[in-house]
């Protein structure tokens, strides 16, 4: 076959050999069966290949990868296109994902993903295949779990752009995620606080529902409870691990004092005898039993933010500091209902 060697001249071994001992590229152009094919060789540098179906294609495409040597700009991409999204989840879950705080549910929800495009190449995957996918996903759940969704993957291409070198593109990023769905506003009711009260099986149940209200603390916080951690006589728990990876002391009112004098204590120490999933399962019989409708149990975080804010005695500062909200753009959603609240009483 014809080859077309650039910067040799005149063609011949010795001029050849002496290109390739002196590091300049040598790009050949073959023809081939099905079209040309571009061969780059440099010293130092990886071997590439690629066919097109045209000869100046090719010429063009070695034109550029030479350009790109002499920058310092080259990248090799054969690896994102031998990688595929299934092994880059993998490897993405032992590296990082099994550091973080929540671990399995996030490594469930990348699974997910390995099962949508799993066999693609990363460097094959475009952002036409993440919009089918987020659209179709929006048609059987909410927008919220469909950016948790897009929020989980995007992580994947940025870490394999940034951590293994990989020239491609993060196509999550270049989409159009969904609109957020308006902050939950879900109060607790009186009646609703007393039917769960009612159904309550055991003493540590109650004990659960009063420490979520009067502490406004999150599940997993008050799950990681320890009683080595808890002083009543000083009325706080120490958390020495929370959300924000920050350790906080938390008050407790007399009621949470009260609650936590009337569980047992557990030879293992734990304050309470649930695991994460054993207390959300729980948690969701009780309300079915309850009768209680639309109830998470991150509504009694909301719940007892509101009720701390509406009460009048602490500023949002006080009311951060025993809640652990970071954001005062959030807590400024619950001084609304104080302001509602107040105008009530002005009148």
Known sequence: SKQIVRRATPFCSAAFLALCDSGATVATISKREKGWQARIRREGWPQVTKTFRTKAEAERWAREQERRMDAGQWQDSRESRRL????????????????????????????????????????????????????????VVS???????????????????????????NPVRMIKWPTPKKHRDRRLSPQEEQALRNTALTPYQSAYLTIAIETGMRRGEILAMRWEHVDLTARVVHLPDTKLSEPRDVPLSSAAVAALQSIPRQISGKVW???????????NRWVRRAQVEDLHFHDLRHEATSRLVESG??????????????????????ANHRATDLARRLS
């Open 143 to 169: 927008s919220t779990t469909v950016r948790n969704d897009l929020a989980t993957l995007s992580p994947v291409f940025s870490h394999a752009i940034r951590e293994w070198n990989l020239p491609i593109d």
């Open 84 to 139: 595929t999204l299934q092994e880059a989840i993998e490897r993405y879950i032992d590296e990082v994902t099994s550091r973080n705080k929540g671990a399995r549910p996030e490594a469930n929800r990348l699974r997910w993903w390995a099962g949508q495009l799993g066999s693609f190449a990363l460097a094959n995957i475009r952002t036409t295949d993440i919009a089918e996918i987020r659209d179709h996903r929006l048609e």
């Open 313 to 334: 005695r602490f500023s949002l500062t006080e009311v951060a500091a025993i809640t652990g909200h970071k954001s005062m753009q959030t807590l400024k959603r619950y």
């Open 273 to 283: 005898p649930w695991s994460s999933e054993g207390a959300a399962s729980m948690w």
